[in-house]
């Protein structure tokens, strides 16, 4: 069984730098494009960055870029997505989700609907 677990976030002062973690059971992850997407309340779900497989693409939202960094540790089958530079603005449920790379490769769009297995999500929040 397919199965992704978030884990890291928690309550963070602005400025303040967070590491988020997507760890990736039943299946090898680099086969995979990953996307780390979130929702505060109220809002759409949106994408903040995605990786194609091993050497491929890598894209962030225009929001997060310079901030952001994500990265995958392929031996623990694990996705990271470091946060730093924190804002109240970036408060919301952070949720990775994968869909096979000969489906869908890692593009400015980030479309959530096309991503098939989702993570339960870790809830992220920036206040003093």
């Known amino acids: 069984q397919l199965q992704l677990v978030e884990s890291g976030g928690g309550l963070v002062q602005p400025g303040g730098s967070l590491r988020l973690s997507c760890a990736a059971s039943?299946?090898?992850?680099?086969?995979?494009?990953i996307g780390w997407f979130r929702q505060a309340p109220g809002k759409a779900r949106e994408g903040v960055s995605c990786?194609?497989?091993?050497?491929?693409?890598?894209n962030y939202a225009g929001s997060v870029k310079g901030r952001f960094t994500i990265s995958r540790d392929n031996a623990k089958n694990t996705v990271y997505l470091h946060m730093a530079s924190l804002r109240p603005e970036d408060t919301a449920v952070y949720y990775c989700?994968?869909?096979?790379?000969?489906?869908?490769?890692?593009?400015?769009?980030?479309?959530?609907?096309?991503?098939?297995?989702w993570g339960q999500g870790t809830v992220v929040t920036v206040s003093s």
């Open positions: 989700a994968t869909v096979p790379s000969v489906q869908v490769s890692c593009g400015p769009t980030m479309n959530p609907i096309e991503y098939e297995t």
């Open positions: 039943g299946f090898v992850l680099d086969y995979y494009t």
């Open positions: 990786l194609s497989k091993t050497g491929g693409r890598i």
